[in-house]
T-cell receptor, first 112, second 114 residues
């Protein structure tokens, strides 16, 4: 099955700085890579996703890059704000069954 | 639309007791999932149902059973609860095959087994 590793487990940045979270996956057949944000006590919510036929996708301050050869993908948040503080999870999906395999999560803290 | 709903929100059980967690979605999604989330860890798939009438094991199925009652509802049963099953349980659903893979999550059930 798929295995997803996520780094770092915690990340502290100053407001206005950029934050980068990296994930690697094991199965080259995976073709969909979502990122979820989970605030304390809340449900995970999708913030951005990318498919294997695309190398980069951007949505305002958030971007995701994918390197299929190296089997890794990254989340980039620019101009961080205190409300970006949360746990972020990457995931990978093998097409069959649509099953998500999650990384272990990154706790992002944005200091005002 | 309510999206994905779960009941109960909180539950405390004694070791050996049984209970069923309920999940329903009103988005006409084909696929539904049950995850558990332990402190400081990611979500792990317990069971999933790709379509009405089918269920399959995920990464951590031991100690659980599921029922896909109809297209809307997918329940998770603990037959004999153990302290190791203390966790937050999330149900999720996603659209028809070939459409977006996005999974929508319910609010979660926080379960404590004493």
């Amino acid at each position: 099955g798929e295995n997803v590793e996520q780094h770092p487990s915690t990340l502290s940045v100053q407001e206005g700085d950029s934050a980068v979270i990296k994930c690697t996956y094991s199965d080259s057949a995976s073709n969909y890579f979502p990122w979820y944000k989970q605030e304390l006590g809340k449900r995970p919510q999708l913030i951005i996703d990318i498919r294997s036929n695309v190398g980069e996708k951007k949505d305002q301050r958030i971007a995701v890059t994918l390197n299929k050869t190296a089997k890794h993908f990254s989340l980039h948040i620019t101009e961080t704000q205190p409300e970006d503080s949360a746990v972020y999870f990457c995931a990978a999906v093998l097409n069959a069954g649509n099953m998500l395999t999650f990384g272990g999560g990154t706790r992002l803290m944005v200091k005002p | 639309n309510a999206g994905v709903t779960q009941t109960p929100k909180f539950q405390v059980l004694k070791t050996g007791q049984s209970m069923t967690l309920q999940c329903a979605q009103d988005m006409n999604h084909n696929s539904m999932y049950w995850y558990r989330q332990d402190p400081g860890m990611g979500l792990r798939l317990i069971y999933y149902s790709a379509s009405e009438g089918t269920t399959d094991k995920g990464e951590v199925p031991n100690g659980y059973n599921v029922s896909r009652l109809n297209k809307r509802e997918f329940s998770l049963r603990l037959e004999s609860a153990a302290p190791s099953q203390t966790s937050v349980y999330f149900c999720a659903s996603s659209g028809p095959s070939g459409s977006s893979n996005e999974q929508f999550f319910g609010p979660g059930t926080r379960l404590t087994v004493l």
